[in-house]
């Protein structure tokens, strides 16, 4: 059966390619371009757009148009807490348990003490916007597109001779979604606009506008307390428009422009007494008053502020923007169209620019973007992996202010998880477990084997640190080493001796579990990694900002105890203190390479045996996952200097999930699929191109440290490196031909390169580099079990240069020939 579907499609894509190379006349390689419209059921086909708060997805049906709308702050519920009083007088009892290796015994009592009934509110959907237009059913020439360089998705299709044109935006300028409707003839267009909401809701005619005003679930015994306004309205040249208590009916136009303003309650996780009605009323009144040309001229400008300041190209392949991104992801596997990644890596600092935005919410699991009520794990953010990954992208393709909305959202994170740390352990500081929502809960949710996690705060406050890295702004450091100091705080008072290594004196944190997976435990790898990150990071803000010495001392007599990363009997990095790991373990987390990746703890110049087993622990995991799983793969093998196996990766990511493949990862609209979608796999894979090109983790910036065969010429721009070193830079004959670095904040830069490199003031590279910024922290050595056998890895020649650099020149350099 598979044949016959699989060969009408490629006839379709044929058909379709002629229709699209007709059709686009300006050939923007950064567009998703279709010839059908999206099917009113599968959602994955509709085309996102959205200004960080404000998201539509734009289906482009010519009869019955929908956008489905979300605003970041309608989520379940209202301000509450979720810790459990019981806890904190349990703990010791819980901690004897796991040392005495009673993991379902310790569970039991975690599950009964540690937990509430609650487990995170759900982000939940605006409902959507209908238009309907009655004579459009059949319709020709049918062509859409997402302009990712403008961040302007647009329909066009031909009925009865005339052309109809539908331009939607998100604005950056405006905050109101925005969508102009034309006919090519006078007169022609008729149309009338409703609303579809799954939710509590009225709808009414008030202000010159069409009002629906809905509100947030209760949920889980909590009461749902956010209430919203949505405010649409119709702006005409000629023709009438008619509001009435539950739709706007505009008839005989040529041109119409559509606006939707959208105002919450929420005020901020504590409270929800804000004014929507007023907020969306104004914003409206305000859009209206602007020509459409215009507003969309400073929307583009404002977007492509952003968008623009990173560049890639990796190479063409013939035709590939004349067929629609459908068939182009369905074809990749032959294709092994270069432009397609660059369209994907491209797409995802799209998505991040339009779901992450300062004064606004971080990004969560679909980003902005959501059609439910009850979306998959409350589309919250789980703070394991999947927000941090979310984020990964931000600094090094240029898109720093993007972070912003995490790291205010964990300066939150570190209020409220005060109490917390109280109530569960008995401890200073702030505390964050594995999930979290708007309301900026902090204690476990769910179960003990998934929730018991202590380390969310810990992870997310590295992103803090990372943002410094990147800028090396002092007066932000000072802001936010309270956030840091206290989830140090946290640490000191919460780690306890393992009673079976007296000996060495470890400390360990306990109940905790390797996410998601193994026995309820004490000292798990990942917790290590992120421990000892947490400490000496913090030490080293310390330093910078002439805090307390004797501070800073206990922080680094302590970090000096936790658990070093151990080396297993199958030549793995252990995943637990005890040498337990399974290789056929193909679990989709691969939290113990936290220290690899996002973490520089291993390193392949100066860890060699560290370097080897996380490459064997990895390889056990085998290469294909779920959609975030593998963008972390891409990352990890990235790291582990393997472009021709992180490209293997991408692969395995640009394959089309539909109907046909359930276990394809990349739908038709380029939302990637964990299934279902969820939007780290696409921040996961973004992030992973960049570190295939640039590295600046380990004690230097690392040129090209794992380009695959595949990508043998190409070019980059505005790519960042830590230490405020942004870089431009060609290869071809996969070696680097030209670099260019701008310093933005002065210091050494520190080059390392696989081939010669010259330029003025280049030096070869003596000691260590003195830019802490780019530095790698030591980590003690590793612990090897004698059964291991480290093989040493085969690495290619490096050549290291330095020079120093002043704040905002640029500084140039060649391949020597
Ligand atoms: C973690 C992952 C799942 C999923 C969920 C949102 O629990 O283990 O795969 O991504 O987050």
């Given amino acids: 059966m598979r044949q016959p579907i699989l060969s009408i499609y490629f006839f379709l894509g044929l058909i379709s390619s002629f229709y699209l190379h007709a059709q686009t006349k300006d050939k923007g390689s950064l567009k998703l371009q279709y010839d059908t419209p999206a099917d009113a059921r599968v959602w994955e086909q509709a085309l996102p757009i959205g200004n960080g708060r404000l998201g539509a997805m734009v289906y482009g049906i010519p009869d019955k148009e929908e956008l489905q709308l979300n605003e970041e702050t309608i989520w379940g519920g209202g301000p509450y807490r979720n810790d459990n009083p019981k806890g904190g007088s349990n703990l010791k009892n819980i901690q004897q348990l796991v040392f005495e290796g009673k993991s379902p015994e310790a569970d039991k009592l975690i599950n009964e003490t540690f937990f509430t009934k609650t487990h995170g509110m759900p982000y939940q959907t605006a409902g959507g916007v209908l238009l309907n237009f009655e004579d459009h059913k059949n319709f020709q020439n049918y062509y859409r597109e997402l302009d990712i360089e403008q961040a302007k998705a647009t329909t066009r299709y031909v009925v009865d001779g005339v052309t109809y044109t539908r331009e939607v935006i998100s604005s950056f300028s405006d905050d ?119 507003s969309l001229a400073k929307h583009s400008k404002l977007y492509y502020a952003q968008f623009g300041r990173f560049q890639l190209d990796l190479g063409k392949h013939n035709e590939s923007s004349t067929i629609s991104t459908t068939e182009r992801i369905r074809q990749f596997q032959q294709t092994q169209d270069p432009a397609l ?17 300062p004064g606004g919410q971080p990004a969560n699991l679909q980003g902005i973007w959501n059609n439910s009520l009850t979306p998959p794990w409350d589309s919250k953010y789980t703070i394991n992996i999947n927000t941090e990954m979310n984020y990964w992208p931000a600094e090094v393709t240029n898109l720093s202010e993007t972070h912003k909305p995490l790291i ?52 997310l406050a590295q992103h803090v640190w990372e943002h410094y890295l990147y800028n090396g702004d002092k007066k932000y450091l000072k802001e936010v080493y309270p956030i840091l100091k206290s989830a140090s705080d946290f640490l000191l008072s919460t780690l306890i001796p393992h009673p ?53 001392e206990k922080l680094l007599a302590m970090a000096k105890r936790i658990p070093p990363m151990q080396v297993g009997k199958y030549t793995q990095l252990q995943e637990w203190l005890e040498d337990v790991d399974d290789p056929k373990n193909e679990h989709r987390h691969v939290s113990h390479l936290y220290g690899l990746y996002p973490s520089n703890q291993i390193s392949a110049y100066t860890t060699p045996e560290l370097f080897e087993a996380a490459r064997n622990s990895l390889v056990y995991r085998g290469d294909f996952a779920t959609g975030w799983s593998i963008g972390w793969k891409v990352n990890l093998w990235a790291r582990l200097l393997d472009g021709n196996r992180a490209y293997k990766i991408i692969n395995n990511m640009l394959t089309l999930a539909d109907r046909e493949n359930r276990n394809g990862r990349t739908y038709p609209n380029m939302f990637t699929a964990h299934p279902p979608f969820q939007i780290d796999g696409n921040f996961g894979l973004t992030a992973g191109v960049a570190e295939m090109l640039v590295q ?38 996969s070696k680097v031909q030209t670099v260019k670095v701008l310093s933005k904040i002065g210091g050494n830069l520190r080059l390392r390169s696989h081939v010669p490199l010259t330029g003025k003031g280049l030096k070869e590279a003596h000691g260590t580099n003195p830019n802490i910024l780019n530095n790698r922290i030591e980590v003690p050595k590793p612990l090897v079990s004698p059964q291991a056998q480290i093989k040493g890895s085969d690495l290619k020649k490096i050549y290291e240069y330095d020079i120093p650099t002043v704040a905002g020149k640029s500084y140039s350099f060649t391949i020597v020939k």
């Fill in 176 to 294: 109101v979604i925005v969508m102009k409707i034309s006919a090519s003839k006078k007169g022609a267009l008729n149309f009338e606009l409703s609303y579809k909401n799954p939710a509590q809701h009225s709808i009414y005619a008030k202000d010159n506008a069409l009002v629906l005003q809905g509100k947030g679930s209760d949920h889980e015994g909590i009461k749902g307390e956010i209430v919203y306004h949505t405010l649409s309205s119709v702006k005409n040249v000629d023709g009438t428009v008619v509001i009435d208590d539950s739709k706007i009916q505009v008839k005989n136009a040529s041109t119409a422009v559509v606006y939707i303003s959208i105002g919450t309650n929420f005020t901020n996780y504590k409270s929800v007494s804000a004014d929507g009605y007023k907020k969306a009323l104004e914003k409206l009144n305000k859009a209206k008053a602007a020509k459409f040309e215009e």
């Fill in 341 to 357: 990644v660059t369209l994907l890596t491209q797409y995802g600092r799209y998505l991040l620019i339009c779901s992450s935005q």
């Fill in 408 to 459: 205010q959202m964990t300066k939150e994170l570190s209020e409220s998880g005060k109490e917390t740390a109280k109530v569960l352990y008995n401890a200073e500081g702030w505390v964050a477990h594995h999930n979290t929502d708007i309301w900026r809960v902090t204690s476990p949710i769910d179960f003990a084997a998934a929730g018991m996690w202590p380390t969310g705060g810990t992870w």
């Fill in 500 to 552: 079976k290594h007296t000996d060495k004196g470890w400390m360990v944190l306990s109940p905790s579990i390797s996410p998601e997976q193994g026995p309820m435990s004490a000292g798990v790898t990942m917790d290590n990694q992120l421990v000892y990150d947490m400490l000496t990071r913090t030490t080293i803000a310390n330093e910078i900002l002439n805090e307390d010495i004797a501070y800073r």
């Fill in 696 to 733: 600046s983790h380990d004690n230097a910036v690392h040129l090209l440290p794992a380009l695959p065969d595949a990508w043998k010429k190409g070019s980059v721009k505005g790519l960042m490196a830590r230490g405020g070193f942004e870089i431009d830079m060609q290869w071809s004959d």
